[in-house]
T-cell receptor, first 113, second 116 residues
Framework: KAGVTQTPRYLIKTRGQQVTLSCSPI?????VSWYQQTPGQGLQFLFE???????NKGNFPGRFSGRQFSNSRSEMNVSTLELGDSALYLC????????????FGPGTRLTVT | AQKITQTQPGMFVQEKEAVTLDCTYD???????LFWYKQPSSGEMIFLIY??????QNATEGRYSLNFQKARKSANLVISASQLGDSAMYFC?????????????FGKGTKLSVIP
């Protein structure tokens, strides 16, 4: 059974640009969550999608957005990149219904210069 | 609000010895789940073990066991027979339930180093 995949694995962008990250969940999983990990703030929840609907959102500015497709794949977009957006972005997939299991992908390491 | 506290920024353990990583949590939710994840230097978060707030018995998964003390709000991870490959960051996390959404709150992590 394939695990959670994230693309790209590494990304370098310039301040002011925008970026789109992709996450493919484990087959059958309908919930996808996104987290940002930085040395200073640790792991912070961005948002969670279930069946193409955003169910929950963390405390991040509107520059951070996401969506989920009918096949449960999810994308995360960050517009007008800032230096502080440099981080490891992790996505996690789960069944989303009466199951707490969450499995993470390998992450996308974003560097903003 | 939920909060996870890991008081040990770093720990050392001799190979083949057991080690306990501490985790305390704070929540007013009656139903919640507690997780431990391992993060090697590659960055991937590897699921280790899960404990539900209503589970009567402590969770075990191979060499990993979770010492769950609900009244004290602690969920310590015990790794038996440490191996060199156990060297990594370890995160304790909590998920709330009943809100129709799944969101993990993480602690700051403990860096475990296994000494040969």
């Amino acid at each position: 059974k394939a695990g959670v995949t994230q693309t790209p694995r590494y990304l370098i962008k310039t301040r002011g640009q925008q970026v789109t990250l992709s996450c493919s969940p484990i087959s059958g999983h309908r919930s996808v969550s996104w987290y940002q990990q930085t040395p200073g703030q640790g792991l912070q929840f961005l948002f969670e999608y279930f069946s193409e609907t955003q169910r929950n959102k963390g405390n991040f500015p509107g520059r951070f957005s996401g969506r989920q497709f009918s096949n449960s794949r999810s994308e995360m977009n960050v517009s007008t990149l800032e230096l502080g957006d440099s981080a490891l972005y992790l996505c996690a997939s789960g069944w989303g219904l009466e199951s707490y299991e969450q499995y993470f992908g390998p992450g996308t390491r974003l560097t903003v210069t | 609000a939920q909060k996870i506290t890991q008081t040990q920024p770093g720990m050392f353990v001799q190979e083949k010895e057991a080690v306990t990583l501490d985790c305390t949590y704070d929540t007013s939710d009656p139903s919640y789940g507690l997780f431990w994840y391992k993060q090697p230097s590659s960055g991937e978060m590897i699921f280790l073990i899960y404990q539900g707030s209503y589970d009567q018995q402590n969770a075990t998964e191979g060499r990993y066991s979770l010492n769950f003390q609900k009244a004290r709000k602690s969920a310590n991870l015990v790794i038996s027979a440490s191996q060199l490959g156990d060297s990594a960051m370890y995160f304790c996390a909590m998920m709330r339930s009943g809100a129709g959404s799944y969101q993990l709150t993480f602690g700051k992590g403990t860096k475990l180093s296994v000494i040969p």
